[in-house]
């Protein structure tokens, strides 16, 4: 507790060094540490966790994670937590949403458990796997740091083997969800800052050889007669084997020296899509260790301003959503995702922009198997340090993270690295070398960024373009945009050489319905005013021939502290659905009749 600092000879490390983070923010769990969880038996440890918020970071100052387990009265020292008894909160959650107290904390917290083990094999590896904590998680075992993950919205993994031990150990992270300048979003963002362990807590156990990747999709080139599969192993092994029994396909994969390994074959498999979405059993065996995925093969492409997907051209009829909740905030349940593809379903939509950070993996999954395309993105949201190597290190890592938990999944379409950046020359080396690297790690998506409209120019112009595939582009005339006719004289103007998807336009509607107060009867935060803008907005977009989709904001309602003003109350209210996610406002019929519209005169045309 009362380490003497060699600051000076008074001083005392848990008083007057501020540079007790640094050994505890090695950032070493990160993309390079995932291992491939697919049919793998999991343990849970969720359940209720031992918890303390620590606003000061008093626990790393005077290392909590070094306490052993003692009763107060065989304690030799004063102390200011004991991380073995008091408040407990349950995980997953946000803390946010269990106490009103922890409501606005933004800080440190420790969680802590028993983590009780029958037998440690030496034979055996065990790793730890959180599926998401916000935004700074340290990971100690029985005392000992085992390393640090970034970004709030990743899954990450520890590997605990030599530290865990037979018996009862004890597992504590420390959790840290302060904004910053060089985080990854920064500090001012339009969604609620939760703190906690907000996704599932896992324990995997494997053999000394472990599967940490495999990706397979359709081979690049000509037709659909041939697929690719590329994998990660660690530990001793020679080959890999990769079975795909519907497709007849059983293959034997070389491992380099550093258990690397690709390969392409001929198969014939029926292509994936939202009208048919088929999909594949698989199994990848390697050195006594053994992984199971569903996936299906299709092909995305941009052929100038045309999406094709499995060489068909394609418009997508999309709505953007939020992982957020009244009661539980971040977190998400199996109920709530089935909830929001169904309404996805009643608007006619064929896709989903998944905004503005990766939200939970059964999403994607769940869209593989209802057939929805989907976007997915990271939060190199409004400012961000572009020009601080850190804070790319950090969205690059979050960038990784994502494409390796869903790059299997058929679903997924684009990848986006960043939402409304100004245009200047750090933004544009910034988030053009992260479509670079999702590029290099996964040629068969498309890239792109929601980017905002020169409204000096009047006309869609962004320097990013030339570097993604598809220009997103949030648009809010009518709204924030006075001028609706604007709009219109933007399209005229523009000649973009790409499709352009609309990632966000709307209006805010305050219904009440249970949640929130009930909007004015006409005018701006009216039901009324809000249907006009939709209205207006289709009439316009429609006859834009470079538009191929839109995602309007949003589908719920949700949760943000900067939303203030008397119908807003601590929400935007932009939902096409209530914050009950149940009451629907009348904009949300206007999109569903353009929808079903779309969806009933088909893109014409296939290009093989």
Known sequence: MLERSELAENALQALHDEDYDVPFNTQSLNHRTMIFTGGRQARSLDGSWNFCVDLLDTGLRQKWFTMEPLAADERTEPWDYDPYVGETTPVPSCWAMVKEKW??????????????????????????????????????????????????????FAELTGPLQTGRNWL?????????????????????????????????????????????????????????????????????????????IDQTIPLDGDGKGELVFDAAPTLWSPDNPKLYDLRLSAGGDLVTDRVGFRRI???????????????????????????????????????????????????????????????????????????EEIPVYWAIAFDNPETYRDAENQLLELIRRDRNRASVIIWSVGNENPDTD???????????????VDPTRLTSAACLVNHARKCIEDRLA????????????????????????????????????????????????GIGPEGPSRGLFSEDYMREVYEKQIDTLRHLDYVKGMSPWILYDFRVERRQNVFQRG????????????????????LAAYYAERAASPEKGRRE
Request: negative net charge.
């Open 103 to 156: 409501y606005f904390f933004e800080g440190s917290a420790w969680y802590t458990r028993a983590l009780d083990m029958e037998t440690v094999a030496t034979d055996r590896r065990y790793f730890l796997r959180v599926g998401a904590a916000q935004y700074d998680c340290k990971v100690f075992l029985n005392g000992q740091f085992i390393g640090n993950h970034l970004g709030g919205s990743t899954p990450f």
């Open 301 to 375: 492409e941009r052929e100038g301003t045309d999406l094709l997907l499995n060489g068909a051209p394609l418009f997508l009829r999309g709505i953007s959503v939020h992982e957020d909740d009244a009661v539980t905030g971040k977190v998400t349940s199996e109920e709530d995702l089935r909830r929001r593809f169904a309404h996805a379903r009643e608007l006619n939509c064929n896709y989903l922009r998944l905004a503005h950070y990766p939200h939970h993996e059964r999403a994607a999954q769940l869209a593989d198997e209802l057939g929805f395309l989907l976007w």
């Open 426 to 440: 750090a933004r544009l080396a910034f988030m053009r070398g992260l479509a670079e690297t999702a590029k290099r």
């Open 172 to 248: 504590m992270l420390m959790v840290n969800n302060t904004r910053s300048l060089t985080r990854v979003p920064m500090r001012n963002t339009d969604w609620f800052n939760y703190g906690g362990i907000y996704r599932e807590v896992s324990l995997y156990e494997t053999p000394v050889t472990v599967i940490r990747d495999l990706f397979v999709s359709l081979a690049e080139g000509p037709g659909f007669n041939r697929i690719r599969a590329e994998v990660e192993v660690n530990g001793p092994a020679a080959e890999a084997r990769l079975e795909i029994a519907e497709l007849g």
């Open 571 to 590: 929400y935007n209210r932009k939902g096409l659905i209530g914050a009950d996610k149940s009451t629907k406002k009348a904009a949300f019929h206007v």
């Open 466 to 513: 030339a570097h993604i595939d598809v220009i997103g582009l949030n648009e809010y005339y009518g709204w924030y945009e006075e001028n609706f006719e604007d709009l219109g004289e933007i399209g005229r103007n523009s000649r973009p050489d790409k499709p352009v998807l609309i990632s966000e336009t709307g209006a805010d509607g305050a219904i009440g319905g």
